[in-house]
């Protein structure tokens, strides 16, 4: 004898809010079929800040100074390539002095003057003294133009002769002697004026130079601070737009919030209506087994029957 268990069953699980709460999850779930309808909404505003003018500006100071550089510093470059290479040379280093000419020395015009003055007045001394004094002797002798008169005037003459041309040698030398210390003179006061103006004028150069060469540094020091100044003023600019994208940024992150405020709410009215509910809501089960035999019927069974045989 044997026996079987009733019919299956199966159990079900639900939650029931509580009457209060009823409307609230209505609500609810009708805002957040709204929410999902709602189509998406691009942000509009502008969210990269552009270069500004103070940029524009600076990077074109920068690429004019990097491709063309500054005139004084183009110059100050060709200075130093032509002073590498020996272009500015003393001009005043090969000059040759020139000896000047004194009037007074060597046998000129003015000397030959003085000389025949000076060979005239001999003569003439001679005319007046000495022939005068050999013509009156021999006339109160008696032997004017005689033998021995001539004989004297021959040898007077031949006297004045030789009286002249020590004159002429004397005077030649002489003037020999003083024109070559006159040139020599003049040798040397040419050559100290000479050197001393050379020397001046090649000073006057040479400080000319020293005044490039020492405005060679300030030229290239000029380049480095129009980098510079372009540098600060791109440099104004950067903070300009970084400023300027933190504006966006925060503009783009109050519109993020805005956005998601309805859903924040709606979080919030949610887990506080889960709340509400679950404290107080009532949750129900059903159960239903299926049917299956009893193992306890069919011992008990065979114990009734054992019990009828002994009986």
Same mark, same amino acid.
């Given at each position: 004898?044997?026996?079987?268990?009733?019919?299956?069953?199966?159990?079900?699980?639900?939650?029931?809010?509580?009457?209060?709460?009823?409307?609230?999850? =209505?609500?609810?779930?009708?805002?957040?079929?709204?929410?999902?309808?709602?189509?998406?909404?691009?942000?509009?505003?502008?969210?990269?800040?552009?270069?500004?003018?103070?940029? !524009?500006?600076?990077?074109?100071?920068? @690429? /004019?100074?990097? +491709?063309?550089?500054?005139?004084?510093?183009?110059?100050?470059?060709?200075?130093?390539?032509?002073?590498?290479?020996?272009? #500015?040379?003393?001009?005043?280093?090969?000059? &040759?002095?020139?000896?000047? !000419?004194?009037?007074?020395?060597? #046998?000129?015009?003015?000397?030959?003057?003085?000389?025949?003055?000076?060979? +005239?007045?001999?003569?003439?001394?001679?005319?007046?003294? =000495?022939?005068?004094?050999?013509?009156?002797? #021999?006339?109160? *002798? $008696?032997? #004017?133009?005689?033998?021995?008169?001539?004989?004297?005037?021959?040898?007077?003459?031949?006297?004045?002769?030789?009286?002249?041309?020590?004159?002429?040698?004397?005077?030649?030398?002489?003037?020999?002697?003083?024109?070559?210390?006159? *040139?020599?003179? *003049?040798?040397?006061?040419?050559?100290? @004026?000479?050197?001393?103006?050379?020397?001046?004028?090649?000073?006057?150069?040479?400080?000319?130079?020293?005044? &490039? !060469? +020492?405005?060679?540094?300030?030229?290239?020091?000029? &380049?480095?601070?129009?980098? /510079?100044?372009?540098?600060?003023? =791109?440099?104004?600019?950067?903070?300009?737009?970084?400023?300027?994208?933190?504006?966006?940024?925060?503009?783009?992150?109050?519109?993020?919030?805005?956005?998601?405020?309805?859903?924040?709410?709606?979080?919030?009215?949610?887990?506080?209506?889960?709340? @509400?509910?679950?404290?107080?809501?009532?949750?129900?089960?059903?159960?239903?087994?299926?049917?299956?035999?009893?193992?306890?019927?069919?011992?008990? $069974?065979? +114990?009734? *029957?054992?019990?009828?045989?002994?009986?």
């Amino acid at each position: 004898m044997g026996g079987s268990g009733g019919g299956g069953s199966t159990n079900t699980a639900q939650f029931k809010p509580p009457d209060y709460a009823l409307q609230g999850w =209505t609500d609810y779930l009708n805002n957040a079929s709204g929410l999902t309808q709602t189509p998406y909404q691009q942000y509009q505003g502008m969210q990269i800040a552009p270069i500004n003018n103070a940029q !524009v500006q600076g990077l074109q100071m920068t @690429a /004019n100074l990097a +491709g063309n550089d500054a005139p004084d510093y183009r110059t100050a470059r060709a200075m130093n390539q032509l002073t590498a290479a020996g272009g #500015f040379e003393d001009p005043y280093a090969t000059i &040759q002095t020139e000896n000047a !000419v004194n009037p007074f020395m060597g #046998f000129s015009p003015m000397y030959g003057a003085v000389k025949d003055r000076a060979m +005239g007045d001999v003569a003439r001394a001679y005319q007046t003294g =000495t022939a005068a004094q050999t013509d009156s002797a #021999f006339n109160h *002798a $008696g032997a #004017f133009h005689g033998g021995g008169h001539d004989a004297q005037i021959a040898a007077n003459e031949y006297g004045l002769g030789s009286n002249l041309s020590n004159l002429s040698n004397q005077m030649d030398f002489n003037q020999w002697n003083q024109s070559a210390g006159l *040139a020599q003179q *003049a040798a040397n006061n040419s050559l100290t @004026a000479q050197t001393n103006d050379l020397n001046r004028a090649s000073q006057g150069w040479q400080q000319e130079r020293n005044r &490039q !060469v +020492g405005a060679l540094p300030l030229a290239m020091q000029a &380049q480095q601070n129009d980098l /510079n100044n372009a540098k600060a003023l =791109t440099g104004v600019g950067d903070v300009q737009r970084s400023y300027q994208q933190d504006m966006l940024n925060q503009y783009l992150n109050n519109y993020n919030q805005y956005m998601q405020y309805p859903y924040q709410q709606l979080d919030i009215f949610g887990n506080s209506l889960a709340r @509400a509910s679950g404290n107080y809501g009532t949750n129900t089960s059903q159960s239903q087994q299926n049917y299956q035999a009893n193992p306890y019927a069919g011992l008990l $069974g065979a +114990g009734l *029957a054992a019990a009828s045989m002994w009986g």
